[in-house]
């Protein structure tokens, strides 16, 4: 492996956003699983990460060429902040990526809408996108791109910067042939990923549905399991499940204040048992199902009534899109339901919480859950799963065997999150293991996700891709270098 330039990284959600307030300017680090994934990595390595700047205080706090370093009290890499109108966000961001990739990579063909204005949108801003990245990038710099939402760069990038290392990390599934090619440019979507080095995917089974989608668009492709030689280029495609901080994360569950505070807690809730859910308000996270399984629990199992709550956490998320809000309004009613059906005046069945919550309370929520429920219908990996058995000492998980995390965390209650009954019934399981039992249990998953941490992730991919990279330079340095200070407006 050769020593490479500085790391490019192009990702839709910047990592920090700074929106205005009554109070001033606040910067937010957002929810979600590539943020909380590759921040660390970024922090380490140093870079530039270039993303839609979202924040409605991004542009002052950003130079006129939207550059600004971050995290703001330990700078560590540059931030370079691409500008979006209101028409783009629309089509590219809620249009393209999120109404018709999200859902067909997902399975949900039917909730696809597919317009041609989102699919010329999309081509404009992957267009921008590319700009910025030539501006950025030297001729050794590898350059990787995140996500369903810049299938276009990697070939794009090509004219300008032919031999530079281009890696591409699809955070989804990839659906099957069958699925993907309802999209009407779904070989317009297959080319431009072929402009990439590397292409990589959560799990075998995904890049294996890509491989074939590419054989069947382009039957001239040299396709083998986990290469295709195509136009001149090599493109290799492999499995890399993404894992969390572990050690960040048992620091933190480890902190006295916080087993304080989540002592405290538990000791507030007079019950004898807690299940926890935490996902993004996303039809495709099972929540729905979820909760109708606890309602059958209580049914079936009338002695836990009054001395079980569950605790669901759903993050607001992309509720421009009508799919979503009318999800969040079926969801509503029935806790509602649910509660009013089994609730009594000192109990309270399911706690609904549906606001973005502090991550330090997420913590505190896994470490005094005895079961957390992870049950989407269908998910790239999921990084509750290995977040709850990292934090929790004594808990269980049950986990959807569609949830990309099941291949590695097989050891947890796996349930089909179709199958009301059988979630019920894991539930029941879940309560009724011993304290040796769940610490055996939790012990076995947490040695899992510890040995594929975040960063064995990335020293895979990257060994794989054959990028090193340097401890990134002091702040200092590279402020020399040509990056300007931001211009921080502060009241
Ligand atoms: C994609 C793929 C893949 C959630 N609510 C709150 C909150 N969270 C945090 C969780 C976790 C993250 O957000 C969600 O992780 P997921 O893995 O479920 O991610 P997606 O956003 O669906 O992301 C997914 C991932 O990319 C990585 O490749 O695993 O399959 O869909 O970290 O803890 N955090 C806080 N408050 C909340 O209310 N602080």
């Known amino acids: 492996m050769t020593a490479s330039g500085r790391l490019i990284v192009v990702s839709n959600r910047e990592p920090y956003i700074h929106e205005r307030n009554k109070k001033g300017i606040r910067c937010k680090v957002p929810i979600g699983g590539l943020v909380t994934a590759l921040d660390p990595v970024m922090q380490k390595a140093g870079g530039v990460w270039i993303a839609w700047g979202s924040g409605s205080a991004d542009a002052e706090t950003a130079d006129e060429r939207g550059r600004l370093m971050v995290p703001e009290n330990d700078p560590r890499y540059t931030l370079r902040r691409i500008w979006l109108d209101p028409k783009e966000i629309n089509e590219y961001y809620y249009g393209f990526s999120n109404r018709i990739i999200w859902p067909v990579c997902h399975l949900f063909q039917e909730k696809a809408r597919l317009e041609t204005e989102y699919w010329e949108t999309y081509k404009e801003v992957n267009h921008r ?127 006295e204040s916080l087993k304080r505070r989540a002592n405290q807690l538990r000791s507030k809730m007079h019950v004898q048992h807690i299940i926890v859910g935490v996902d993004r308000l996303d039809y495709t996270k099972g929540i729905m199902n979820r909760l109708l399984a606890f309602e059958r629990f209580l049914e079936t199992h009338p002695k836990f009534i009054g001395k079980v709550s569950f605790i669901q956490v759903a993050s607001p998320t992309r509720s421009a899109i009508t799919e979503y809000r009318d999800m969040k309004r079926e969801i509503e009613e029935n806790v509602g339901r649910i509660n009013g059906r089994f609730q009594q005046p000192q109990w309270t069945p399911i706690i609904y919480i549906n606001r973005s919550v502090p991550g330090d309370e997420i913590m505190m929520l896994y470490r005094i859950a005895d079961v957390a429920m992870v049950t989407p219908i269908i998910d790239g990996m999921n990084l509750v799963a290995k977040e709850y058995v990292t934090v929790n000492d004594n808990g269980v998980l049950i986990l959807s065997e569609f949830a990309g995390a099941s291949e590695e965390m097989n050891q947890a209650i796996i349930v089909n999150p179709y199958d009301v009954d059988s979630m019920s019934a894991a539930i029941k399981k879940a309560l009724s293991m011993t304290s040796e039992e769940r610490a055996r249990h939790i012990a076995l998953l947490r040695g899992i996700v510890k040995e594929h941490d975040i960063f064995w992730w990335l020293n895979t991919f990257l060994e794989d891709w054959g990028v090193e990279l340097g401890e990134g330079e002091p702040a200092e340095l590279r402020l020399m270098a040509g990056t300007e200070p931001s211009r921080r407006s502060r009241p």
């Open 129 to 255: 996108f590319m700009e910025a990245v030539v501006e950025e990038a030297g001729a050794d710099d590898p350059i990787w791109i995140q996500d369903v939402h810049f299938a276009l760069l990697p070939s794009a990038l090509r004219e300008d910067l032919p031999n530079n290392n281009i890696a591409l990390f699809w955070h989804i599934p990839f659906p099957p042939w069958e699925t993907f090619s309802c999209i009407p440019w779904r070989k317009e979507i297959l080319g431009g990923l072929l402009g990439a080095n590397l292409l990589g995917f959560h799990t075998a089974s995904y890049a294996a549905n890509f491989l074939n989608s590419v054989r069947k668009e382009f039957p001239e492709a040299q396709v083998s399991a986990s290469a295709i030689r195509y136009d001149g280029r090599t493109t290799r495609v492999r499995p890399y499940p993404i894992g969390i901080d572990y050690a960040g994360y048992r620091a933190l569950s480890e902190k």
